[in-house]
């Protein structure tokens, strides 16, 4: 199996490696992994028929980039998983930095930019089974093609370095996610958080906030709470926002 050499990595922190030619969705295979043995699972596809993105979009996941759910006994009370969110942001983050040799951005909540064009997106799951709550973390990375005609642009790392490739980029995340996750073990919040809000776009600038798929507000984004939730100061109120979409880079 091609991915053999990061299997023991895996092992190493308690997950096992789980590798698919084709499914539905690395999302439904995880918790069926999960449902049949309350283990931690590191499930890769190369290539999804039925991908899912966040508020119930569809994710292209044809073969060639990069489609992973990955799952975690949650230690921390429910509440703080959104630094599983943040961490996983970071994580992809830097490593497209490092295989790209480019700064790449963070949109509020997790998605990954380069250039201004979307290469990855995040969603989290919390599910129980047997008593344990487990985090479920799915992402896929924009390597060899990205989708063109939806409504906001996207890019591919081959795009930027006709060099990378599935395996370094995997690689790295597990050594940045698991720098990351040591820190959520012992409670160190506070140097996650900043190293989100210095790759976060839009901060301290004026945006406009789809609440609800339906309002839109106009506001300054002022900063994030460790819960994740966004301050915006909407007409001189500060506002806390758990769930919204920035629009500005909306054609
Ligand atoms: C988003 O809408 O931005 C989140 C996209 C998440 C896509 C990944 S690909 C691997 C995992 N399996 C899925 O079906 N979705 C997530």
Known sequence: ?????????????????????SIES?????????????????VIAEKQVNGKGRRGNIWHSPKGNIYISFNLHLQKDIEDYFIYNIATAISISKTLDEACNIQSKIKWPNDIKINGKKISGIMTEIVKFKDINNIII??????????????YPTTFTK?????????????????????NYYKIQNSDYESILNEYKNKLLYLNENINLEID???????NFQDINLDGSMRIKINDVIQDIYSARILNDRN
């Open 1 to 21: 199996m091609q991915y053999e050499y990061i299997k023991e990595a895996l092992e190493n922190y308690g997950l096992k490696l789980k590798y698919y030619r």
């Open 213 to 219: 798929d339906s309002v839109v507000l106009n506001g």
């Open 26 to 42: 690395t999302m439904s295979t995880i918790k069926e992994l999960i449902k049949d043995k309350n283990d931690s699972y590191f």
């Open 138 to 151: 799915g992402f896929g990375i924009n390597v060899k093609s990205s989708p063109k005609n939806i409504e």
């Open 159 to 179: 795009e930027i370095n006709p060099e990378t490739d599935n395996k370094t980029i995997i690689d790295l995340f597990i050594k940045f996610f698991f720098m």
